[in-house]
C-alpha cells in the first residue's frame, strides 16, 4: 500500500499561504500524483499545493532546556539559616513587637515564619534571621 497515492478529497498537511503555519488540508485538484490545489481547513482557502515541511531538513531535535548551570552565589545569611539546621521540631516563640527575646532565641514571626535572634541591642530592636535573610524587628 502506497501512501504516496493521492486523490482528491484527501487529507494532508500543508503550509497555508494564509494560515502561515503548517495546517490541514483537503486537496481539491490533483495534476497527476500531486496536489495541484488544496483547500486549508483553518482558514477555508484554496490554494496552491506547496511541498511540505517533510521535505526540509529536519530540524535538530529540540535540546532539552538547559540548565542554569550559574550558581546562585549563595548569600551569607542563607548559609547562616542552613546551619541552623531547623527541622521543624523545634519551641518556638510567637513573635510579639512587646515581648522581650534572648540571644538564639526562635520565633514564629507570622509573615517570615520562624526565625533566630541573632543580635538584641535592646534598644527595643532586634535582629533576627529569617529563611530569607537577616530582618530588623521591634522588641520589648
Ligand atoms: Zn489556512
Redesign the pocket.
Known sequence: MSKSQLSAGDVLVAN?T??RQE?NHTIVALVGETPAKIK?H??G?EHKYRKPAAARKKAAPATPRARRTKAEPQAPEKQQWQNLQLNGTEKTQPYSMEARYRLMDLIEHPLFGIGQVQENSGTRKMTVLFVDGLKILRCG
Do not use: D, P, Y
Open positions: 497555508c494564509r494560515c495546517t486549508c483553518t482558514c482557502s
